[in-house]
């Protein structure tokens, strides 16, 4: 299994594609296109690159071209009728390069820069993109054009946006070496909960160990272990928050082969025990 080349469709010959979001399960892909997406009435694991993190109500990113991304919702009760999000879809040619190189576009452009590595932005900058975003589904031409530029003036004039890739992450092309990165990261979205080592994972790469590390660190910005650890501990902070499992049970459920251990890592990567980071949400 690759990352899927996903082709956007825009129906109207335009430049912009914007629909809800309705289903609840998602797969690894990338795209040409940049993609803005606020998810509104879900959380889960949120996947973009080498960039793993929770996500949560009013969750907003934007993402350049050819990144594979994908969201994976822990939340069982959502109908999968429901519009629990937006996800705007954009070609460069959208804005134009000659428009792109006015200086009043300046931010914009930087913006678009930044993006190749995807960006978080802050709950406030979703609530304030959610109207236009949702104009932008109902309306067409000018008008929808205008609501855009809405959208990118917020997304510019943030105060709290985060890059999500790593500075050394680079997204390659090349089919086998994404075929191997993509069976490596399927393998412990669907495994983490089991005992995973690095002799393990590098039969699953086809490596040996040592390749395998160097390979895995070259094109995620990572070591295995810490990456590993990384997909564990987002699981844990959503079990911890959104469940009364006891966490000695977290730590199983996550693939920790004792409380102990699963304390020490916790509070190495959190900064808090797990109690006290459930108290939080309480």
């Not at 469709?9 to 795209?31: C, L, Q, V």
Request: net charge neutral.
């Amino acid at each position: 299994m690759i990352a899927e080349l996903e082709e956007i469709n825009f129906d109207d010959s335009g430049g912009f594609r914007i629909e809800y979001i309705t289903d609840t399960n998602d797969f690894w892909h990338f795209h040409p296109e940049y993609e803005i997406t606020l998810n509104t009435k879900s959380n889960g694991t949120r996947i973009v690159g080498d960039s793993i993190e929770i996500f949560d109500e009013y969750d907003l990113v934007l993402i350049g071209g050819n990144i594979p991304h994908c969201w994976n919702y822990y939340k069982n009760n959502l109908v999968a009728s429901e519009n629990h999000g937006i996800m705007l879809h954009f070609k460069l040619g959208s804005i134009g390069e000659s428009l792109l190189s006015q200086h009043e576009l300046t931010p914009v452009k930087n913006l678009l820069l930044e993006s190749k590595r995807g960006i978080g932005f802050s709950v406030e900058d979703a609530k304030m993109v959610e109207p236009y975003l949702m104009e932008m589904t109902r309306t067409k031409g000018l008008e929808k054009m205008i609501n855009f530029f809405h959208v990118l003036k917020v997304l510019c004039t943030s105060e709290r946006k985060t890059a999500l890739c790593s500075e050394n992450y680079r997204h390659s092309h090349d089919e086998r070496g994404n075929r191997k990165m993509t069976e490596v990261y399927t393998y412990v979205r669907e495994n983490f909960h089991k005992p995973i080592t690095l002799e393990k994972i590098s039969k699953i790469a086809h490596m040996s160990p040592f390749a395998f590390s160097r390979f895995f660190k070259k094109n995620s910005g990572t070591g295995f272990i810490e990456y590993l650890n990384k997909v564990r501990m987002t699981k844990a902070c959503h079990l911890l928050r959104e469940t009364r499992y006891h966490i000695s049970q977290v730590a199983t459920e996550c693939g920790f082969s004792s409380i102990s251990n699963f304390n020490k890592q916790f509070r190495k990567a959190e900064g808090v025990s797990p109690k006290a980071y459930r108290a939080q949400f309480v």
